[in-house]
Every structure is written in C-alpha cells, then in structure tokens.
C-alpha cells in the first residue's frame, strides 16, 4: 500500500525506492473495500474479503426485522459474496441463485442504453431457486441503480413473489469525481438520503425494500472513523480536496454526452 504522498520508483535491477515526498494526510475510500477491491488485498490491515463480511453481518444485524420476510438470499455476485453468505448465515436462509460475468463493468458504459445492456448479459440465474420466493438480495453498492433493476426485474421473471434489496454501501448521493464515471448527480438513484428519496428508488427499482447499511455500520465493519475518509459520495460536501477543476471537467463531459460522443 502506498503511504499518504508517497511515490515509487523501480530501476532496471529492479531496486525499490520509496520516499514520502509531500503528505497532506490520509482520506481513505471506502468504496474501495466494498467494491473495488480484489478479496484478497490489504485494506485498513484487514483482508478484503473479511471485511466484506462483516459488512454483511452488519447488515444482517441492522434489518433483523426482515429475516422472517425472506425466503433465500441471492448476491449481485461477484464482490458481495461474502456479505451475501454472512448474511444467510446470521439470518439462517438459504444461499445462491444467480452467476455473473464479472468481465462486465455495467458504470462504465457511456450511455444508459449501453449500461442496461450491459446488465442484462451480466447475469444468470437458477429459478428453482428463486421460483415461488421472498428473495433477498445483497448488493455492495447502487450508483444508478441499472444492475438493481435488471436483477430484480429478472427475479420477477422467474417467479420471485418479493424481491428485498440491501446494499453493503450507504446511499451514494453524490458524484465522485476519484473513481466512479458519474458525470452528474441527476445519473443517481439517489440524490439524498431523506425517507422520501429512497421511496422513490425503491419504485424505480421495482424493490419489495429498499435497505441501506448505515454510515457508522460501514465504518466499524472497514475499522475506520468519519474523519478517516472521502467521504463526498455518501455524505454531502464532504471531499476532502476542492471540486473547481473537476467541476470544469464535468461540464465538458456532460456536453460529449448530449452530443452522442
């Protein structure tokens, strides 16, 4: 892992070379460790996969109420597995039901119509699993909400009688101009977090529920503090670096867009 303004350097020989050369202090992302990651790295001192975890019994412990509204539980596979099957066995449900084509990055498509499609390829499921079921599915995140919506809309197709959505990942309220391509907050789901809000992108989605991990679940689960991390996706204005650049940037890209670039 790299240090807060550290840079690297390899020779030929293949020597190593680090040196602090200007630290302005650590933010870390924390979407790294719900979705970005491989399971196998390093985050915050614990393993990726760990974490992920404990982001599911987090939310298992958070919505207990809904364990005798669900049947199974079914992730948006591939980095929610280990929520998924924390979850399942903190609330005792049966696990699995859906495969995906990690290859497919659905964000990253440059228009909805590209991202949709997108989803749809991305999975495939197994209905005598699902058929007849209150399916509880966990996700690490919802950006748009176009995998949301493909997968549940699927689930129905397949006879699901519910569809319970929870996210391992707060509301993502806001664009985030280190990692994620949104352009504009009108592209989210959810642009707040307010009650009214999250009614709205539960209809849009098509979900029984719509079911976020508080901000403090997620932060002890990933062993960090509020002051710890950007946290300008989920918590308003809170970047930890001016937006004027990118602001400018964004601007230019949403024209590229409206021009079919």
Not at 139 to 145: E, F, K, L, P, T
Request: hydrophobic fraction near 35%.
């Amino acid at each position: 892992e790299l240090k807060p303004g550290e840079a690297i350097f390899i020779d030929y020989e293949l020597n190593v070379y680090r040196e602090i050369i200007h630290n302005l202090g650590e933010k870390v992302c924390p979407l790294e460790a719900a979705y970005f990651s491989k399971g196998h790295s390093i985050f915050n001192g614990r393993d990726i996969e760990s974490i992920r975890a404990r982001l599911g019994l987090a939310l298992a412990s958070e919505y207990m109420d809904l364990a005798d509204r669900v049947d199974c539980i079914v992730p948006v596979p591939k980095t929610p597995i280990p929520a998924a099957l924390a979850l399942a066995g903190a609330w005792n449900k049966p696990y699995g039901g859906v495969e995906a084509n990690q290859s497919i990055r659905t964000f990253q498509g440059n228009s909805q119509s590209q991202r949709e499609m997108a989803a749809v390829n991305k999975f495939s499921f197994n209905k005598h699993k699902i058929y007849g079921k209150r399916v509880g599915v966990v996700d690490d995140s919802i950006v748009r909400g176009t995998n949301s919506r493909s997968i549940i809309e699927a689930l129905y197709r397949l006879g699901a009688k519910e569809v319970h959505f929870l996210s391992t990942y707060p509301e993502f309220i806001n664009i985030c101009p280190g990692g994620v391509d949104v352009a504009s907050e009108k592209e989210l789901l959810l642009r707040d977090n307010s009650p009214e809000a999250r009614e709205v992108a539960r209809e849009q989605i098509r979900a029984t529920t719509l079911n976020y991990l508080a901000l403090n679940g997620m932060l002890s689960s990933m062993g960090l503090r509020e002051d710890q991390i950007c946290g300008g996706c989920i918590i308003k204005n809170h970047y930890p670096f001016g937006m004027a650049d990118y602001n400018r940037y964004r601007l230019v890209i949403e024209q590229q867009r409206s021009c079919g670039r």
